[in-house]
């Protein structure tokens, strides 16, 4: 469109005065308050700038054009400037007025868009009908203008100042000039790319008539991940169908055989956006869930880009009620995806992005959406949950399988997985009902499992009805006071745990426990004793409380004259059946070497809530940054021959004192822990065996656990005092043997670790590392280790790995030692026919390699590595030996079993002395009691993927220890049984930090 001339005005308007004057601007200032005037209050405009993006501006009062009489002093204009190009021109004053004839025909609308070039104004766009009445009146930057009166139509320019202007001029219904919008399916692909520059902020876009779906999913982005834009659909009317105002999503119904145009409007940035619109109707092609059981496997999807999004089409009777979350636990801040359910009519029935469900009933058909939020350049890793949770007959089966009572509910345990999503009970409520799930959980952020409680009555909606709900009492904390108001409907509702945000896997126990509407009054919690009784300053404390009524719900804090010595409350492990002991983690960050009482918190010293003077904390071990002197496997200690002490078999209770410091190349001084394995030989009943600091009380630890006649090895870590350290026998008669491989130093002449994730790196059963084929008698694998798997090419001196010995063909042993170096006389493996048993290894590295020796008959022979030695790495402190976990006491994690393929996690970072950050790995000596089926154990960093690597082999009813070395990547390790259920114990011996 050409440039205008300027109209000038032939009479001044005239302005009202006196009591006319105050009710004109009583009507101005309502018209502006109320939007009648389509202008906003709270936007001002300057010369030359361009205003926000505007909804469709709402018609006026009707009043006659006193600066030029409608039919006159008018140009002829278009009303497709999108294709024929806008109206410019310049004002040389402000008050200049433009007067542009429209040939619109009466019953259309207008998009009118304001864009002055760089430097110029924005002027007041006015509309009148060929009558005179005002249509309306805008200076936004993109407003839509309803034709309610008579054409021909006029628009007047009115100049604010002077300068150039561009305004551009649609009619709606018409899409010339404007960008075809073609659909796309689900996926990371889009429909169209359009730039917006700073003096072009709208561009136009055509859905045709035939182009488009029932219902669609509009969603957009740009490059500087801002919203700076939104999208705007209109109807041949110029009525908005839908719009994506505050968000770059938005869904829309459409009519059939009708066109549209899509309007994206920016606020005065310059910016590229790509745009999508997706089928989400009835006619949607997206696949159907493989599941819609209760608690059953996710469907696993990884975002990959900002517009990338899936769907999911799921059928069902009117009468189910159905869930469906989205969750996103390692997203990055900010980042994450939104989920929405759309039924066949394409009504929006939820929305869901967050820890609360979407929730719908109704309908024959539903399409799930779910698109990405937020995305900065890192794939969201996004499960989908869809369960069909209840039906016409009532809750789903995975549910009325379980009933708990809001008048409380013993212990709940459980482990969260993408497998296993969820747990699910029916609960019989009542009004004015509320009751307190008290919960541990194995989450390393502020993220824990969610519970959610559901009512039949209401089946829809991501909101939360406050006639039932469950809500989280602690951030971080898994604890939530569930209620039915005066109002609810008492009936049979659904206590539903996810993993929400957490991640998974994650572990739980729970308990419920009435607090209103009780049948029996909850009773208050009564203390006995505890036990330890001491433990050091600067770290959390495990220790296990006696009494009655204890839950997961009971806290106790440490007092000295009735005041309070923490800031830090307890935090609950695990509680016994019966309500007698409750493992709790005492902190002692901020508290004071000193003897405290022990107050379970808000009772005023009640009798039995405290116990006088019941605990003393002791100051904190010193961190000793101790590095490894490997050595060639040696034999200090031999019972049967008088080596390193007499001739004669250890008793029940019998105690061997071993000299190590100055024997063999050891030093006389400054040794600090000495590695050995410790065989015991011929017991004459089962029993185990302790090692630890010579002189020290016996810890109430194993080593070596064993049957009667068994011969069996373990390698131990233990601290040194006097040079010596102590094997004491448990019971029967044994003879022990020990051969020292290493010892622990301070300064820098020795080694440091670098943990590394299990990994194997030999298997003679596949040829992994070395032939595929079993070892001989006196066979020799050369295992190569350094530039192997992350291990570096040089500079290992030692490594330390898992070895097992597989189906031998006969009893035996296998030592192992520095490659090129004579066989040493010394076992780190023993074994009978048939059992596959393993024994952890540290051992010299030379020229890369490490060299294993079958004594007698043929064996399989698996390593797995766990770390290595060099200049560089971690430094060991040597600590305990310390129980940190048993799973038959609910010490350190849930009480009861390990079953197949479950896991048991342990917090090992910031207790018992170790420290909160900084820690590497840890040694732990970790027993399995009680197998119910042969299987195995594997130890790993806790949130990480399950290695294919194995620590403890183990047959059915053995009880057998075995030492790992396992990294630390967010305070917490973890165990996974294989097979059967089977009980777990770890006992630490120390760290490694860096």
Known sequence: ???????????????????????????????????????????????????????????????????????????????????????????????????????????????????????????????????????????????????????????????????????????????????????????????????????????????????????????????????????????????????????????????????????????????????????????????????????????????????????????????????????????????????????????????????????????????????????????????????????????????????????????????????????????????????????????????????????????????????????????????????????????????????????????????????????????????????????????????VLHGANLTLGTQVELASDYTTASAYPSEPVSVSPDGTSLTVRISTYDVAPGTYDVVVPGTGYAPGTYLTGAYTVTAAPAATPDRLVPVTPTRFLDTRNGTGAPKQRVGAGGVVKLKVTGMHGVPTSGVTAVVMNVTVVAPTTSGYVTVYPDGQTPPSVSNINFAAKQTIPNLVTVPVVNGTVDLRNAHGTVDLVADVSGYYAAGSTGSALTPLTPTRFLDTRNGTGAPKQRVGAGGVVKLKVAGVHGVPTSGVTAVVMNVTAVKPSTSGYVTVYPDGKPVPAVSNLNFTTGETIPNLVIVPVIDGTVDLRNASGTVDLVADVTGWFSSTGSTFTSSGPVRLLDTRSGLGARIGTVGPGGIVSLQVGGVDGVPSSGVTAVVLNVTVTGPTAGSYLTVYPHGRPLPAVSNLNFTTGETISNLVVVPVVDGRVTLANHAGDVHVVADLNGYFSS
């Open 1 to 543: 469109m050409s440039p205008l001339p300027v109209c000038r005005p032939r009479r001044e308007r005239r302005r009202p005065t006196g009591a006319a004057a105050l009710v004109v601007l009583i009507v101005t200032v309502m018209a502006v308050f109320l939007g009648l005037n389509g202008t906003a209050s709270a936007v001002t405009s300057k010369p030359g700038t361009t205003k926000p993006a505007a909804t469709a501006s709402p018609k006026a009062k009707p009043r006659v054009s006193a600066a030029v009489e409608p039919g006159t002093d008018c140009a002829a204009a278009r009303d497709e400037d999108y294709a024929s190009g806008p109206a410019t021109g310049t004002f040389a004053a402000a008050g200049d007025v433009v007067c542009l004839t429209l040939p619109t025909a009466t019953g259309n609308g207008l998009y009118l868009v304001n864009e002055p070039p760089s430097g110029g104004v924005t002027p007041e766009l006015t509309v009148f009908d060929s009558q005179g009445a005002q249509q309306c009146d805008t200076t936004y930057a993109f407003s839509v203008c309803k034709l309610t009166g008579t054409a021909p139509f006029q628009v007047m320019l009115t100049a604010p100042d002077a300068g150039a202007y561009r305004v551009t001029i649609q009619r709606t219904g018409d899409t010339s000039g404007c960008t075809a919008w073609p659909q796309s399916a689900f996926g990371g692909s889009w429909g169209v790319q359009v730039p917006l520059t700073a003096d072009q902020q709208t561009a136009c876009l055509a859905i045709g008539a035939d182009q488009h779906s029932a219902a669609e999913l509009f969603d957009f982005t740009n490059t500087t991940h801002q919203l700076n834009a939104s999208v705007q659909l209109y109807d041949s009317a110029g009525d908005k169908v839908c719009a994506t105002l505050g968000s770059s999503t938005t869904t829309c119904t459409f009519t059939p055989g009708t066109a549209y145009a899509a309007l994206l409007v920016g606020t005065g940035t310059a910016d590229t956006y790509k745009l999508v619109r997706r089928d989400v109707s009835a006619t949607a092609s997206c696949p159907a869930p493989a599941s819609l059981t209760v608690g059953g496997p996710s469907i696993p999807y990884t975002f990959t880009s900002a517009l990338d999004s899936r769907c999911l089409r799921v059928t069902a009777a009117t009468t189910d009620k159905l869930w469906f979350t989205v969750r996103t636990p390692a997203a990055a801040d900010g980042a994450g995806v939104a989920l929405g359910v759309v039924d066949a009519s394409g009504k929006v029935v939820c929305r869901q992005q967050g820890v609360l469900p979407c929730r719908a009933t109704g309908s024959t058909s539903y399409v799930v959406y779910v698109i990405a939020s937020g995305y900065a350049g890192t794939p969201i890793t996004a499960p989908v949950d869809t369960w069909r949770i209840g039906t016409a007959s009532g809750w789903a089966p995975q549910c009325t399988a379980h009933t708990v009572s809001p008048d409380g509910f013993s212990l709940r345990s459980g482990t969260l997985t993408e497998s296993t999503t969820a747990y699910c009970a029916v609960i019989q409520m009542q009004p004015s009902q509320r009751f307190e799930v008290y919960g541990t959980d194995s989450s390393t952020t502020t993220h824990t499992p969610w519970v959610s409680l559901l009512s039949s009555a209401s089946s829809s909606g991501s909101g939360i009805d406050n006639n039932y709900q469950c809500f989280e009492d602690n951030v971080g904390a898994f604890n939530f006071s569930c209620l039915t108001s005066a109002s609810a409907t008492a009936g049979q509702y659904a206590l539903v745990v996810t993993p929400a945000q957490a991640d998974t896997p994650v572990e739980y126990s729970m308990q419920g426990v009435c607090q209103q509407g009780c049948s029996t009054p909850s009773m208050q919690a009564a203390l006995t004793s505890v036990s330890p009784a001491s433990g050091p300053t600067g770290t959390e404390n495990q220790v």
